[in-house]
T-cell receptor
Framework: KQEVTQIPAALSVPEGENLVLNCSFTDSAIYNLQWFRQDPGKGLTSLLL?????REQTSGRLNASLDKSSGRSTLYIAASQPGDSATYLC??????????FGKGTMLLVSP | DVKVTQSSRYLVKRTGEKVFLECVQDMDHENMFWYRQDPGLGLRLIYFSYDVKMKEKGDIPEGYSVSREKKERFSLILESASTNQTSMYLC????????????????FGPGTRLTVL
């Protein structure tokens, strides 16, 4: 059964810092991997989706990479801002139309 | 933009009540999903549906049922609510294919915070 782990569970950084969030998964036979953002008490917003054949995806200050063979993905946030404060979730699609989620990394960016 | 709406943001019910949570999407998506989210446990899949009148159990279906009579609407039913069903419930939809991984992102609704007293 697929398991997804996110490290660290929480992260606090000063504004302007570049940071990396980590995601690992146990079964490398995946269709795609998604990164989501969740603000407190709200639903999830999709940030980036990486297909299994891709190595990375970029959107603005966000860059997500995928190393399927090693079961790892990273989300890189450049020049962090207080508005980036949220919980970031990684989710893996292993081919049955459903996603397996990590428990998330809670990010706090202080001014 | 895809829009997924849920009937209530906050709901308070009594133990033993029958509870209906409604989810509607406006993009003709085939796949719809119900998750619950609890601190320390993350998101867990309750049920999902490939198409109208089709449903599949997720990881934690016990105590829940679902209904999908129309493509745009997916309902989660708690037949007899219990306190351990107090949680945040999230609905999602995806264009996808009937089975298999698909290549599309899931779009989430804003969530319903259910409290069972």
């Amino acid at each position: 059964k697929q398991e997804v782990t996110q490290i660290p569970a929480a992260l606090s950084v000063p504004e302007g810092e570049n940071l990396v969030l980590n995601c690992s998964f146990t079964d490398s036979a995946i269709y795609n991997l998604q990164w989501f953002r969740q603000d407190p008490g709200k639903g999830l917003t999709s940030l980036l989706l990486i297909q299994s054949s891709q190595r990375e995806q970029t959107s603005g200050r966000l860059n997500a990479s995928l190393d399927k063979s090693s079961g790892r993905s990273t989300l890189y946030i450049a020049a962090s801002q207080p508005g980036d404060s949220a919980t970031y979730l990684c989710a893996v699609n292993s081919g049955y139309s459903t996603l397996t989620f990590g428990k998330g990394t809670m990010l706090l960016v202080s001014p | 933009d895809v829009k997924v709406t849920q009937s209530s943001r906050y709901l308070v019910k009594r133990t033993g009540e029958k509870v209906f949570l409604e989810c509607v999407q406006d993009m003709d998506h085939e796949n719809m999903f119900w998750y619950r989210q609890d601190p320390g446990l993350g998101l867990r899949l309750i049920y999902f549906s490939y198409d109208v009148k089709m449903k599949e159990k997720g990881d934690i279906p016990e105590g829940y049922s679902v209904s999908r009579e129309k493509k745009e609407r997916f309902s989660l039913i708690l037949e007899s609510a219990s306190t351990n069903q107090t949680s945040m419930y999230l609905c999602a939809s995806r264009l996808g294919v009937a089975r298999g991984g698909g290549t599309d992102t899931q779009y989430f609704g804003p969530g319903t915070r259910l409290t069972v007293l």
